[in-house]
């Protein structure tokens, strides 16, 4: 992935607790300003057939230049064998909520 500016990562947890651990250590680690949890429902391939159910989404808002630590960050805690994770940079913002990234992310 090229670097950008600002991006929100991705990943799933199959449990609400998890999901908001996981959001913990982030937000502590100062690797996002915020992370947003919310139920989902998927559907997925998963070993040539098709599988599904109910999984917690984590949207973390960061800098594009801590995405690969995030992302190793992820991996690291996640329990998953494949588990998502997504970077999807962020074109435009307001100002004062990518400043608030800037001021709330890193050293």
Known sequence: MT???YAVV???HDAEDKAH???AAVIEGRLAACAQIYPVTS???WRGRVAGG???RV?????GDLVAELTALIRE???YDTPEIVAVPVLSGSPEYLTWITDETGS
């Open 10 to 12: 991705t990943t799933t």
């Open 21 to 23: 651990a996981l959001a």
């Open 43 to 45: 559907v997925y391939r």
């Open 54 to 56: 109910r999984e917690w």
């Open 3 to 5: 670097t950008c500016e």
């Open 77 to 79: 805690r996640h329990d």
């Open 59 to 63: 949207d973390f808002k960061t800098r």
